[in-house]
């Protein structure tokens, strides 16, 4: 791949290749560092990370299972498959969760929180080098770079990149699709590729031919085999039922691969192969969440394509007919999984996933927040803080902005700007249209503006044109102040940080009791005032270049500051994994029981290893629902003689004890209460 000229620099001693690999080796250098040192969190993390595990431990890699809770069947249908094998896959990397390990191996120790943290900040970068290869083919590398890096200090990208929930899976390879689309729809190079071999049997001697035959042969043959030999079920056939195996269910799909690869063999330019690549990773988009992977690229896609007119572009270079190929990819990457689901399962599992979780939340609303058009504008001054007063003159400018030149190069560079601000507008439509809401549902949309972004300021720097940015900063400076006041006016308010990941709003519309003892407003405070100096930098020509190198050092010195020092220091006060590790470390043997008492935060099954659900009925030491108090109290008066923990929430400590044997409460200790939701303690019963 060729890229637009660059201005000289040391930029331009590096390959392509090597470019990618530098953007990939920073992610890991800002997302990786200190990842797996702290708890997961409640509830997503932990019930993710469950389903993951049982399927390590079942060695089964269809069915997705989460038996840990009298609450829900112990099935988990909401959530496609994507994550939970990648979860899985970096849990048997890091050798915990198989049959026969230490009971204690989720809760003490770090290993669970790297192996299902370390996936995610590959995603994150997959997403970044989407971006970069995007912007560096049709404007410049160092818009790219800019753009790249404007994405990856946001504050919501940054902290999901460290969250095992399944919308870095998700945006991941949608963001890497979106951009591979756009280079079959852009790319002039339309030369035929050099051929090899000779008649059916040619293929594209070129390596993007490569790649896309070995991206294929990735995504969908792990899947065949599993799904081939994993499933079994049965036919009936002259009244008798007859045994079969996966294999016979996968034949469509050994076909559909067959027929795919000639296809893709047939290619004679590039275009088609960028756009089998975009259809590949859409498929593998809806395996991490649903059709939103699919129909999310394809708005974006059309909405450009409508805004522009720019419909001719599809009649060049085998376009068309790869479209309806690219169809087929799709299908072969996604279809496999949930077509084993439904012969396993039935169609129930099909109304759970599409019919609840996708249709129910789109048009009807199902446990989340309530919201009309404005509801992420608030959101999005948290989720862009390090570049929030250029955002919006940004946005602006770039849609208005008209290149001069009309060389198709110029043209395409355009067309970048316009892409870049097409996709922030329609994805943020998409997800204001949902009446159930989450803050992070608005992920998708920012890729969008971070190439905006990143686009206005390369320009900037290129005209040094200050009246754009003394408009920026009139219109950004006091939203800035804004968001600096609402995040500073009290400690509690830092914890606006934490609901751009964690859904804990729904529950605590006013926050947990924030621990007294931390205090952000101060540094908050100093990046704050640090970024509207930047800004306030570009208003003068000469400052500019200073300007702009200060707030991407500051974006990256306050990225590091809220994963590695907020989080490590608040997650202690959330996660449940301090407590249930002083379980174990306190435990003198399996004998002594830990009981999860009104928990159903999953936490208590994640770091327990389901040991307090697995087993007989009657041993489960779970108690949440129906006639919980009266079932503990049996519980315990079979388990006399020996002493039990308990895990609960602080405000039932006191009607817990009193459900304790009136002899056995004076033994009841408190044995960890740092955390500001959960205690643990013990009592000889």
């Known amino acids: ?199 059916l049997l040619s293929f594209p001697k070129h390596r993007l031919f490569y790649i896309t035959a070995g991206v294929f042969l990735l995504l969908v043959v792990p899947q065949l085999v599993v799904n081939s030999i994993q499933l079994k079920f049965r036919i009936p056939i002259f009244g008798r039922s007859l045994h079969v195996y996966g294999a016979v269910a996968m034949i469509p799909y050994y076909i559909g691969s067959i027929v795919f690869l000639f296809w893709a063999a047939r290619s004679k330019y590039k275009a088609p192969l960028y756009f089998y690549l975009a259809a590949m990773l859409c498929g593998l988009a809806v395996l991490a969440k649903g059709l939103a992977g699919l129909g999310l690229p394809i708005i974006v896609f059309l909405a450009y394509l409508a805004f522009t007119w720019n419909w001719k572009r599809l009649h060049r270079a085998q376009l068309l007919p790869a479209v309806l190929v690219s169809i087929l990819a799709v299908g072969m990457v996604a279809a496999p999984w949930h077509h084993t689901m439904i012969i396993r399962h039935g169609w129930a599992f099909w109304e759970e996933l599409f019919g609840d979780n996708h249709w129910r939340r789109m048009v009807m609303g199902r446990h989340g927040d309530r919201g009309t058009f404005e509801y992420f504008l608030r959101q999005l001054g948290y989720a862009l803080l390090p570049w929030l007063a250029l955002a919006p003159v940004a946005l602006a400018a770039m849609v208005g902005r008209r290149e001069k030149s009309t060389t198709p190069e110029a043209q395409r560079r355009q067309g970048i700007y316009l892409l870049g601000a097409i996709w922030f507008v329609s994805a943020y439509f998409v997800v204001s249209m949902s009446m159930t809401k989450f803050h992070h549902y608005i ?166 290893k389901n040991e307090i659900y697995e087993g007989p009925k009657e041993e489960r030491a779970v108690f949440d629902t129906g006639n919980a108090d009266q079932d503990l109290q049996t519980w315990l008066e079979r388990h006399r003689g020996r002493r039990v923990f308990f895990i609960f929430e602080r405000a039932r400590q006191s009607r817990l004890v009193g459900l304790l044997p009136a002899e056995t409460r004076g033994s009841f200790k408190v044995i960890h209460e740092q955390n500001n939701k959960f205690l643990m303690a013990h009592a000889d019963i």
Request: proline share 6%; hydrophobic share 50%; with cysteine.
């Open 1 to 199: 791949m060729t890229t637009a000229p660059v201005k000289e620099g040391w930029l331009d001693r590096l390959s392509d290749g090597q470019m990618v690999f530098l953007v990939i080796a920073c992610t890991m250098l800002l997302y990786v560092p200190f990842a797996g040192t702290y708890g997961l969190w409640d509830p997503w993390e932990t019930h993710y990370g469950e389903v993951a595990r049982q399927m390590t431990f079942r060695r089964d890699f269809i069915s997705l299972w989460w038996p840990g809770s009298p609450r829900d069947a112990e099935v988990f249908w909401s959530k496609p498959v994507l994550t939970f094998w990648i979860l899985s896959f970096g849990m048997m990397i890091f050798g915990i969760g198989s049959r026969g390990g230490d009971p204690s191996e989720m809760a003490v120790g770090n290993a669970a929180e790297w192996a299902m943290r370390i996936p995610m900040a590959m995603f994150a970068a997959m997403a970044l080098v989407g971006v970069y290869i995007l912007v560096a083919r049709f404007v410049n590398r160092r818009a790219a770079l800019l753009s790249t890096l404007v994405l990856a200090t946001s504050p919501m990208f940054s902290l999901i990149a460290r969250q095992a929930m399944t919308d870095m899976p998700f945006v991941g390879p949608m963001v890497l699709a979106l951009s591979f689309a756009a280079l079959a729809l852009f790319d002039a190079e339309d030369e035929i590729l050099p051929r090899a071999g000779k008649g």
């Open 443 to 608: 992920l998708p949309a920012l890729p969008g503006l971070a190439i905006v972004i990143g686009c206005f300021i390369d320009d900037m720097l290129d005209r040094g044109d200050v009246r754009v940015t003394r408009l920026a900063a009139l219109v950004g400076l006091p939203l800035l102040g804004l968001v600096t006041y609402d995040l500073t006016k009290t400690p509690h308010n830092a914890e606006l940080f934490l609901w751009l990941f964690n859904y804990d709003y729904v529950h605590s519309p006013t926050g947990r009791p924030w621990p007294t003892q931390l205090d952000y407003s101060t540094p908050i405070a100093v990046f704050c005032g640090v970024f509207a100096l930047c800004a306030l930098a570009l208003c003068w020509k000469k400052l500019q270049k200073t300007g702009v190198v200060v707030l991407c050092l500051a974006s990256v010195a306050f990225t590091y500051f809220i994963l590695d020092v907020y989080m490590k220091q608040v997650t202690p006060y959330w996660t449940q994994k301090d407590p249930i590790a002083a379980y174990y470390k306190t435990r003198r043997s399996p004998e002594e029981r830990l009981v999860a008492y009104m928990m159903y935060w999953r936490g208590e099954t994640f770091y327990s």
